[in-house]
Protein backbone atom coordinates (compact mmCIF):
# COMPACT_ATOMS: atom_id res chain seq x y z
CA UNK A 1 0.00 0.00 0.00
CA UNK A 2 1.42 3.09 -1.32
CA UNK A 3 0.15 6.63 -0.94
CA UNK A 4 1.83 9.59 -1.15
CA UNK A 5 0.89 13.19 -0.60
CA UNK A 6 -1.01 13.68 -3.40
CA UNK A 7 -3.17 10.96 -3.12
CA UNK A 8 -4.10 11.65 0.31
CA UNK A 9 -5.13 15.19 -0.51
CA UNK A 10 -7.10 14.30 -3.36
CA UNK A 11 -9.53 11.93 -1.21
CA UNK A 12 -9.33 14.42 1.48
CA UNK A 13 -10.75 16.56 -1.26
CA UNK A 14 -12.64 14.87 -3.57
CA UNK A 15 -14.64 13.60 0.10
CA UNK A 16 -15.27 16.98 1.52
CA UNK A 17 -16.30 18.10 -2.73
CA UNK A 18 -19.17 14.72 -2.32
CA UNK A 19 -17.56 14.16 -6.01
CA UNK A 20 -14.45 13.39 -7.51
CA UNK A 21 -15.26 15.82 -10.35
CA UNK A 22 -15.49 18.44 -7.52
CA UNK A 23 -12.46 16.98 -5.94
CA UNK A 24 -10.19 17.21 -9.09
CA UNK A 25 -10.98 20.71 -9.27
CA UNK A 26 -10.07 21.42 -5.86
CA UNK A 27 -7.40 19.19 -6.16
CA UNK A 28 -6.04 21.32 -9.48
CA UNK A 29 -6.09 18.06 -11.42
CA UNK A 30 -7.80 16.46 -14.50
CA UNK A 31 -10.55 14.36 -14.05
CA UNK A 32 -9.17 11.59 -15.68
CA UNK A 33 -6.18 11.70 -13.58
CA UNK A 34 -7.97 12.19 -10.35
CA UNK A 35 -10.41 9.07 -11.55
CA UNK A 36 -6.92 6.92 -11.59
CA UNK A 37 -5.40 7.80 -8.51
CA UNK A 38 -8.27 6.91 -6.61
CA UNK A 39 -8.64 3.85 -8.27
CA UNK A 40 -5.37 2.65 -7.97
CA UNK A 41 -5.60 3.72 -4.36
CA UNK A 42 -8.59 1.09 -4.06
CA UNK A 43 -6.23 -1.10 -6.16
CA UNK A 44 -3.94 -1.28 -3.81
CA UNK A 45 -5.71 -1.53 -0.76
CA UNK A 46 -7.78 -4.30 -1.81
CA UNK A 47 -10.68 -2.71 -0.98
CA UNK A 48 -13.53 0.26 -1.58
CA UNK A 49 -12.53 3.33 -0.73
CA UNK A 50 -15.85 5.48 -1.94
CA UNK A 51 -19.89 4.83 -2.41
CA UNK A 52 -20.26 5.76 -5.74
CA UNK A 53 -24.25 7.06 -6.64
CA UNK A 54 -26.06 9.77 -9.00
CA UNK A 55 -25.78 12.13 -5.97
CA UNK A 56 -22.09 11.87 -5.60
CA UNK A 57 -19.81 9.91 -3.60
CA UNK A 58 -19.60 8.95 0.19
CA UNK A 59 -16.22 7.40 2.21
CA UNK A 60 -16.64 3.39 2.78
CA UNK A 61 -15.44 2.47 6.50
CA UNK A 62 -12.18 1.70 4.78
CA UNK A 63 -12.38 5.55 3.45
CA UNK A 64 -13.74 6.87 6.60
CA UNK A 65 -10.60 5.24 8.45
CA UNK A 66 -8.32 6.18 5.54
CA UNK A 67 -9.63 9.88 5.79
CA UNK A 68 -9.19 9.85 9.64
CA UNK A 69 -5.25 9.00 9.13
CA UNK A 70 -4.93 11.36 5.58
CA UNK A 71 -5.88 14.65 7.55
CA UNK A 72 -3.27 13.82 10.53
CA UNK A 73 -0.61 13.49 8.03
CA UNK A 74 -0.95 16.44 5.83
CA UNK A 75 -1.59 18.44 9.01
CA UNK A 76 1.81 17.12 10.35
CA UNK A 77 3.08 17.82 6.56
CA UNK A 78 1.57 21.56 6.89
CA UNK A 79 3.83 21.53 10.19
CA UNK A 80 6.86 20.38 9.25
CA UNK A 81 7.08 22.52 5.91
CA UNK A 82 6.27 25.44 8.73
CA UNK A 83 8.74 24.82 10.96
CA UNK A 84 11.49 23.75 8.40
CA UNK A 85 10.75 27.30 6.71
CA UNK A 86 12.35 29.12 9.42
CA UNK A 87 15.49 27.65 8.78
CA UNK A 88 15.66 28.55 4.74
CA UNK A 89 14.60 31.91 5.48
CA UNK A 90 10.96 31.66 3.81
CA UNK A 91 9.22 30.87 7.55
CA UNK A 92 6.18 30.28 5.96
CA UNK A 93 3.13 28.66 5.51
CA UNK A 94 -0.95 27.82 4.72
CA UNK A 95 -3.88 28.78 6.77
CA UNK A 96 -7.14 27.13 5.73
CA UNK A 97 -9.81 29.56 6.70
CA UNK A 98 -13.73 28.72 6.43
CA UNK A 99 -16.04 31.78 6.83
CA UNK A 100 -20.18 32.48 6.10
CA UNK A 101 -21.37 34.82 3.10
CA UNK A 102 -21.46 37.92 5.53
CA UNK A 103 -17.95 37.12 7.40
CA UNK A 104 -16.48 36.50 3.66
CA UNK A 105 -17.95 39.29 2.05
CA UNK A 106 -18.25 42.38 4.22
CA UNK A 107 -15.40 41.97 7.31
CA UNK A 108 -12.81 39.24 6.14
CA UNK A 109 -10.83 41.30 3.03
CA UNK A 110 -9.81 44.00 5.59
CA UNK A 111 -9.32 41.58 8.70
CA UNK A 112 -7.22 39.21 6.13
CA UNK A 113 -5.09 42.40 4.67
CA UNK A 114 -3.12 43.52 7.21
CA UNK A 115 -1.80 40.14 8.53
CA UNK A 116 -1.07 39.42 4.88
CA UNK A 117 0.85 42.12 4.51
CA UNK A 118 2.83 41.55 7.65
CA UNK A 119 3.21 38.22 6.73
CA UNK A 120 4.45 38.23 3.05
CA UNK A 121 5.49 34.41 3.07
CA UNK A 122 1.94 33.32 4.15
CA UNK A 123 -1.05 32.32 2.29
CA UNK A 124 -4.51 31.99 3.48
CA UNK A 125 -7.09 28.88 1.80
CA UNK A 126 -10.45 30.64 1.97
CA UNK A 127 -13.29 28.79 1.06
CA UNK A 128 -17.32 30.10 2.02
CA UNK A 129 -19.49 27.61 3.85
CA UNK A 130 -22.32 27.30 5.71
CA UNK A 131 -22.04 28.09 9.33
CA UNK A 132 -23.05 24.73 10.70
CA UNK A 133 -21.07 23.09 8.06
CA UNK A 134 -17.84 25.01 9.34
CA UNK A 135 -18.57 23.84 13.15
CA UNK A 136 -18.50 20.55 11.37
CA UNK A 137 -15.56 21.03 9.04
CA UNK A 138 -13.09 22.42 12.23
CA UNK A 139 -14.05 20.07 14.23
CA UNK A 140 -12.86 16.97 11.69
CA UNK A 141 -9.65 19.35 11.22
CA UNK A 142 -10.78 20.04 7.32
CA UNK A 143 -10.31 23.81 8.07
CA UNK A 144 -8.04 25.72 10.77
CA UNK A 145 -10.11 28.41 11.64
CA UNK A 146 -14.08 29.23 11.12
CA UNK A 147 -15.97 31.84 11.07
CA UNK A 148 -19.12 31.51 12.09
CA UNK A 149 -22.85 32.58 13.00
CA UNK A 150 -23.24 33.02 16.41
CA UNK A 151 -26.24 31.33 16.74
CA UNK A 152 -25.03 27.85 15.47
CA UNK A 153 -24.00 25.36 17.53
CA UNK A 154 -20.20 24.82 18.22
CA UNK A 155 -20.01 21.25 20.52
CA UNK A 156 -16.44 21.42 21.87
CA UNK A 157 -14.97 23.89 19.60
CA UNK A 158 -13.08 27.41 21.35
CA UNK A 159 -15.21 30.15 20.33
CA UNK A 160 -13.76 34.08 20.05
CA UNK A 161 -15.80 36.93 19.07
CA UNK A 162 -15.47 38.24 15.87
CA UNK A 163 -17.87 41.25 14.34
CA UNK A 164 -21.31 41.93 14.90
CA UNK A 165 -24.08 43.02 12.13
CA UNK A 166 -27.45 41.97 10.63
CA UNK A 167 -29.33 41.13 7.90
CA UNK A 168 -32.02 43.95 6.19
CA UNK A 169 -34.19 44.56 3.36
CA UNK A 170 -32.86 46.53 0.90
CA UNK A 171 -35.81 47.83 -2.12
CA UNK A 172 -36.12 50.88 -4.48
CA UNK A 173 -37.59 53.71 -2.87
CA UNK A 174 -40.85 53.55 -4.63
CA UNK A 175 -41.25 49.85 -3.50
CA UNK A 176 -44.21 49.14 -1.05
CA UNK A 177 -42.15 48.15 1.84
CA UNK A 178 -40.12 51.01 1.30
CA UNK A 179 -41.86 52.70 3.64
CA UNK A 180 -42.14 50.22 6.53
CA UNK A 181 -39.82 50.59 9.61
CA UNK A 182 -39.54 46.68 9.58
CA UNK A 183 -40.58 43.67 7.96
CA UNK A 184 -40.91 40.14 8.73
CA UNK A 185 -39.07 37.74 6.51
CA UNK A 186 -42.43 35.66 5.84
CA UNK A 187 -43.87 39.30 4.23
CA UNK A 188 -40.64 39.68 2.50
CA UNK A 189 -41.63 36.27 0.46
CA UNK A 190 -44.87 37.66 -0.92
CA UNK A 191 -42.27 39.64 -3.58
CA UNK A 192 -39.70 39.35 -6.17
CA UNK A 193 -36.19 38.66 -4.94
CA UNK A 194 -32.73 39.46 -6.07
CA UNK A 195 -30.21 36.99 -4.31
CA UNK A 196 -26.82 35.53 -4.25
CA UNK A 197 -25.89 32.02 -6.45
CA UNK A 198 -27.82 29.34 -5.28
CA UNK A 199 -24.61 28.00 -4.17
CA UNK A 200 -23.66 30.31 -1.92
CA UNK A 201 -24.06 29.90 1.82
CA UNK A 202 -26.24 32.76 2.41
CA UNK A 203 -28.86 32.13 -0.37
CA UNK A 204 -29.19 28.44 1.33
CA UNK A 205 -29.42 29.54 4.50
CA UNK A 206 -32.35 31.87 3.30
CA UNK A 207 -33.51 29.25 1.28
CA UNK A 208 -34.23 27.23 4.42
CA UNK A 209 -36.04 29.64 6.41
CA UNK A 210 -38.03 29.98 3.44
CA UNK A 211 -38.88 26.33 3.73
CA UNK A 212 -39.96 26.55 6.93
CA UNK A 213 -42.16 29.32 6.45
CA UNK A 214 -43.67 26.54 4.05
CA UNK A 215 -42.86 29.13 0.67
CA UNK A 216 -40.21 29.36 -2.06
CA UNK A 217 -38.08 32.35 -2.19
CA UNK A 218 -39.37 34.15 -5.84
CA UNK A 219 -35.67 34.27 -7.14
CA UNK A 220 -35.75 36.56 -10.15
CA UNK A 221 -31.54 37.05 -10.20
CA UNK A 222 -28.93 35.65 -9.08
CA UNK A 223 -25.73 37.50 -8.80
CA UNK A 224 -22.42 37.46 -6.97
CA UNK A 225 -21.73 40.05 -4.88
CA UNK A 226 -24.24 42.01 -2.85
CA UNK A 227 -23.34 45.32 -4.44
CA UNK A 228 -24.76 43.50 -7.15
CA UNK A 229 -27.65 42.31 -6.11
CA UNK A 230 -28.34 46.50 -4.49
CA UNK A 231 -27.74 47.38 -8.51
CA UNK A 232 -30.31 45.48 -9.52
CA UNK A 233 -32.40 46.45 -6.52
CA UNK A 234 -32.41 49.97 -7.14
CA UNK A 235 -33.75 49.69 -10.62
CA UNK A 236 -37.23 47.91 -9.19
CA UNK A 237 -36.74 44.61 -10.08
CA UNK A 238 -36.45 42.99 -7.00
CA UNK A 239 -36.15 43.18 -3.04
CA UNK A 240 -33.34 41.79 -1.39
CA UNK A 241 -31.64 40.73 1.76
CA UNK A 242 -27.97 42.05 2.65
CA UNK A 243 -26.22 42.57 5.55
CA UNK A 244 -26.85 46.23 6.98
CA UNK A 245 -22.95 47.30 6.74
CA UNK A 246 -23.54 46.46 3.10
CA UNK A 247 -26.70 48.13 3.23
CA UNK A 248 -25.37 51.44 4.32
CA UNK A 249 -22.33 51.39 1.39
CA UNK A 250 -24.61 50.66 -1.12
CA UNK A 251 -26.82 54.00 0.24
CA UNK A 252 -24.09 56.46 -0.22
CA UNK A 253 -24.42 55.95 -4.23
CA UNK A 254 -27.86 54.05 -4.98
CA UNK A 255 -31.44 55.36 -4.62
CA UNK A 256 -32.40 52.36 -2.11
CA UNK A 257 -34.97 52.19 1.08
CA UNK A 258 -33.24 50.11 4.05
CA UNK A 259 -35.90 48.17 5.75
CA UNK A 260 -34.99 46.29 9.56
CA UNK A 261 -35.96 42.49 9.05
CA UNK A 262 -37.62 41.99 12.49
CA UNK A 263 -36.92 37.97 13.05
CA UNK A 264 -34.65 37.21 16.16
CA UNK A 265 -32.47 35.61 13.24
CA UNK A 266 -31.78 38.68 10.87
CA UNK A 267 -28.96 40.02 14.40
CA UNK A 268 -25.41 38.28 13.45
CA UNK A 269 -22.93 38.03 15.67
CA UNK A 270 -20.04 36.56 13.60
CA UNK A 271 -17.62 34.04 15.93
CA UNK A 272 -14.35 32.97 15.25
CA UNK A 273 -14.03 28.73 15.57
CA UNK A 274 -11.20 26.92 16.19
CA UNK A 275 -10.28 23.52 17.67
CA UNK A 276 -7.81 24.27 19.86
CA UNK A 277 -5.60 27.31 19.76
CA UNK A 278 -2.36 25.19 21.77
CA UNK A 279 -2.66 22.87 18.72
CA UNK A 280 -2.90 25.59 15.70
CA UNK A 281 0.30 25.96 13.65
CA UNK A 282 2.25 29.40 14.76
CA UNK A 283 0.46 31.32 11.46
CA UNK A 284 -2.81 30.27 12.11
CA UNK A 285 -2.53 31.09 16.14
CA UNK A 286 -1.17 34.40 14.83
CA UNK A 287 -4.33 34.95 12.31
CA UNK A 288 -6.48 34.34 14.54
CA UNK A 289 -5.23 36.68 16.99
CA UNK A 290 -4.95 39.06 14.53
CA UNK A 291 -8.30 38.74 13.32
CA UNK A 292 -9.70 39.19 17.23
CA UNK A 293 -7.81 42.53 17.41
Known amino acids: MRFDLTDLRLF ?36 ALLSRSRQGVTPTPAGRMLLKHARAILDQSARLRDDLGAFSGGAGGEVRVLANTNALTEFLPEALSSFLTRHPHVSVDLE ?18 GIVAGTVEVGALQVFPFRSDRFVVVTAKDHALAARPSVSFAEVLDYDFIGLERSSSLQRFLAGKAAREGRPIRLRVQLRSFDAVCRLVECGVGVGVVPATTAARAAKTMDLAIVALADDWAVRDLNIVVRAMDDLRPYARELVESLRG
Not at 21 to 45: K, N
Not at 128 to 143: F, K, M, P, Y
Open 12 to 47: CEVVDAGSITGGAERSALALAAASTRIRHMEESLGA
Open 128 to 145: ERLSDEIVGLIAEGVGDV
